[in-house]
C-alpha cells in the first residue's frame, strides 16, 4: 500500500529517495511526495496525484542534488482526498518537520482535537497529521529526534510506520508499530525504507524494525532505541536473489510480462523444492511438527493469495484426506478454532493487515502457524512458527498473477512433502502426483502458447459485454474465482464465479443470449449438464482445461484428469483475457484503479 521512502548522506538525497520510491510504485499509489534538507539549511517540499516521476521537474528546479537528507511517501488514500494537500510528506506548523506514515490511527479524531485546543493548526484531512504535532509538542531544546518521536507516538492508536525529518538538524528518526519498516547502510549513506524492494540494488544487506524500535540517522550516525530497552541493532538479514530480479519481455506493461514470466517462476520453485518432498526433507527443515500429529488444515488469505490458500488445501484433503478449510482473514476472528490445527498464513507481501490481525486472534493452544510469503524478512514471516519464501521475485503489476503461480507451487511442494511423511497416501498416486508438478512450467508454457491468440479474439469480442460468468467445480472451482477477480481488478467489469451446481439454485437468472461463461473443465463429467443450460439460455461458453479428440470429424470431449491442486494451467488464458479485455478498455493494467499490493490497512 503506501510506500515509504528516506535516505541520509552526503548529496543528492533527495533524487535517492525518489529513485527508491519508484521501486516502490508497484504497491499501487494516488499522490506522492518528498521533502528534503539542503546543505545551507533550507528545506524543499514537493508534492503530486500525478505520479512519482512528476516529482523530478520540481526537484530538479529546487536544488535536489543539493540535499543531505530527504524523505519520500507514496500514499494510497484512507483519511482523506486525493489531492496534493493531502499528500505526505506532512508538515508541522512552522515548516521545520516533516513526517511520513503507513497504517491507520485510529484515535486520529480525538487527538486532532486536543491538538487544536492546544493552538496547532491543521493543513489536512488526514489521519497522519497529528503525528508531526506532536512531534513538534516532544521536540523539545535539547532533545533528540528519536526521543521526540518515541514520546510523540505513545498516545497513538492503530499501526504506524513512521519516519521523521528535521529540517534543521538534518536528522531523521523512524519508529514501527504493526507496519514494516527496514534501515539499511549503503556505505555512501543511509537508508530508510517500508519494503527492502524500495533499495535492493544499492545495499547487501538490511535491519528490520520490530514494534517501537526507534532509529535516529543524524552526523553521529545510527542510533537504535529497542523496545526492550536495549540500544543494539537488531541483526541484519540479507537481500533475497529474488529482490533483484526484474521481468523484462516483449509488453510495453510490466503485466503482460509477468504473465510470460509465469513458465521460469514455475521451473524456480520445482528446482529449490521438489528434490526434498519424496524423503520428507523439505516438510522437516522447516521445523514442523511431523503431519501425522495434526488433525485439520486451514489456510488463511486474503483476494488471490486466499484463491491460492485454496488449491494448497486440495493436495492436504483431494490426495491426503485430511479435512481442511479456507479462511477469509478479515473474518477469521469469528471462527472456532480446532486443536492440532496447522495454519497456513498466505500473503505476497507478508506485511497484510487483515492477516496478521488474525494471526493476533488464534489460540494460543493451538497448532503451528507456516507463513506463506513473497519476503522471507516480512511481519508474517517474523510472526509465525515456520517460513516458506515463494520465490516470485519481485511482481510490479498491482492485480498477481506470477506471485499466484508461485504461491500455489510452493504450498503444494510443503503439502506433497508432508504427506510424504504419513501413510496416507497411495505411493502411485504420490508418484502421479510429482510428475504433475514437475510438468507444471511445460504445461503453463504450453497455455501461453495455446491460448494467446484465442484470448485476443475473444478480448475483441466480449468487449461491449456488461459482465461474466465463470464456473468450475472441484479443483477448477478455485481457477474460476480467480479468474473472475483478475477480470474485475483489470477491466471494472462485473465478474461472478459459482460452483457450476448451484447454477440452477439463483445464477441462472444471470444468463442472456450472449453472455460470455468461462467454464474451467478438470474432468468432471457432471459439467456437462452444466453447459447445456448455459447453451440452451444462449450464453457464449468459453471451455478451458478438458481435451478435444476428433472421432469422425465430430469433437469429442474428455474427461481431463488433473492433481489435487486442480489444472493450475487453467489460470494463464484467464489471466490474459483479463489483460487483454483491459487494454481494449483503456485501463492501466499495471495500477488498476483503487487497488493496492500491500494492504497494510484492515
Not at 11 to 26: C, D, F, H, S
Request: glycine share 12%.
Amino acid at each position: 500500500m503506501c510506500g515509504i521512502t528516506a535516505y541520509r548522506g552526503p548529496t543528492a538525497a533527495a533524487g535517492r529517495a525518489r529513485v527508491a520510491l519508484e521501486r516502490l510504485e508497484y504497491r499501487g499509489y494516488d499522490s506522492a511526495g518528498i521533502a528534503a534538507r539542503r546543505a545551507d539549511g533550507t528545506s524543499l517540499h514537493v508534492r503530486t496525484v500525478d505520479g512519482v516521476a512528476s516529482l523530478s521537474g520540481p526537484l530538479e528546479a529546487r536544488g535536489m542534488d543539493a540535499t543531505t537528507a530527504a524523505i519520500g511517501h507514496t500514499r494510497w488514500a484512507t483519511h482523506g482526498g486525493v489531492t496534493e494537500q493531502n499528500a505526505h510528506p506532512i508538515e508541522d506548523c512552522s515548516g521545520r518537520l516533516f513526517v511520513v506514515h503507513n497504517g491507520i490511527i485510529e484515535n486520529a479524531d480525538v487527538l486532532r482535537a486536543d491538538l487544536l485546543a492546544a493552538g496547532h493548526r491543521f493543513a489536512t484531512e488526514v489521519d497522519s497529521e497529528v503525528i508531526v504535532h506532536l512531534l513538534e509538542q516532544a521536540l523539545r531544546p535539547g532533545r533528540g529526534l528519536g526521543d521526540a518521536l518515541a514520546e510523540a507516538v505513545r498516545p497513538l492508536e492503530g499501526s504506524w510506520a513512521i519516519v521523521a525529518l528535521d529540517t534543521r538538524s538534518g536528522a531523521l528518526a523512524g519508529t514501527a508499530h504493526g507496519s514494516p519498516l527496514i534501515y539499511a547502510d549503503a556505505g555512501d549513506g543511509m537508508y530508510l525504507a517500508s519494503d527492502v524492494g524500495a533499495v535492493a540494488p544499492m545495499i547487501d544487506d538490511f535491519r528490520v524494525l520490530e514494534d517501537d524500535d526507534v532509529v535516529q540517522l543524524d552526523g553521529d550516525g545510527l542510533r537504535w532505541h529497542r523496545a526492550d530497552g536495549s540500544s543494539r541493532p537488531r541483526g541484519r538479514w540479507p537481500v533475497p536473489q529474488t529482490a533483484l530480479l526484474a521481468s523484462t519481455g516483449r509488453h510495453r506493461d510490466h503485466m503482460g510480462n509477468e504473465i510470460d514470466e509465469q513458465p521460469a517462476v514455475a521451473r524456480r520453485v520445482i528446482d529449490a523444492l521438489a528434490p526434498g518432498i519424496s524423503d520428507g526433507r523439505l516438510w522437516r527443515g522447516l521445523g514442523l511438527p511431523p503431519l501425522d500429529g495434526i488433525d485439520h488444515v486451514a489456510v488463511l488469505g486474503c483476494g488471490t493469495s486466499l484463491n491460492a490458500g485454496r488449491a494448497i488445501a486440495g493436495a492436504f484433503g483431494r490426495l491426503g484426506a485430511m479435512p481442511t478449510r479456507s479462511l477469509i482473514a478479515s473474518e477469521a476472528g469469528h471462527e472456532v478454532w480446532e486443536p492440532r490445527t496447522l495454519v497456513i498464513a498466505i500473503s505476497q507481501s507478508g506485511e497484510t493487515a487483515d492477516i496478521l490481525r488474525a494471526l493476533e486472534r488464534l489460540p494460543r493452544d493451538g497448532g503451528p502457524v507456516l507463513a506463506l510469503t513473497n519476503n522471507a524478512s516480512s511481519s508474517l514471516a517474523r510472526r509465525a512458527d515456520a517460513v516458506i519464501d515463494c520465490l516470485a521475485g519481485p511482481e510490479i503489476g498491482v492485480a498477481a498473477t506470477k506471485t499466484f503461480i508461485a504461491q500455489v507451487l510452493t504450498g503444494v511442494c510443503v503439502a506433497l512433502s508432508g504427506l510424504s511423511t504419513t501413510g496416507r497416501v497411495d505411493p502411485n498416486l504420490f508418484a502421479s502426483e510429482l510428475r504433475a508438478l514437475t510438468a507444471t512450467p511445460d504445461a503453463l508454457a504450453a497455455a501461453l502458447e495455446t491460448w494467446r491468440p484465442t484470448m485476443t479474439a475473444l478480448a475483441s469480442d466480449f468487449s461491449r459485454a456488461s459482465g461474466f460468468l465463470f464456473l468450475g467445480r472441484g479443483g477448477g472451482l478455485v481457477y474460476a474465482a480467480e479468474g473472475a477477480l483478475k477480470l474485475k481488478e483489470l477491466s471494472y467489469r462485473w465478474a461472478e464465479h459459482q460452483p457450476a451446481g448451484e447454477l440452477k439454485h439463483g445464477p441462472l437468472a444471470l444468463v442472456d443470449a450472449g453472455t460470455p461463461v468461462f467454464v474451467i473443465d478438470d474432468g468432471d463429467p457432471r459439467l456437462e449438464v452444466d453447459i447445456a443450460e448455459v447453451t440452451a439460455r444462449g450464453g457464449r461458453v468459453v471451455r478451458i482445461g478438458e481435451r478435444v479428440l476428433r472421432v469422425g470429424g465430430l469433437p469429442l470431449h474428455l474427461p481431463r484428469r488433473g492433481p489435487s491442486w486442480g489444472p493450475l494451467e487453467t489460470v494463464v488464458p484467464l489471466q490474459m483475457f483479463a489483460r487483454e479485455l483491459a487494454l481494449r478498455l483503456h485501463r492501466d493494467v499495471d495500477k488498476p484503479r483503487n487497488l493496492a499490493k500491500s494492504v497494510t490497512v484492515s
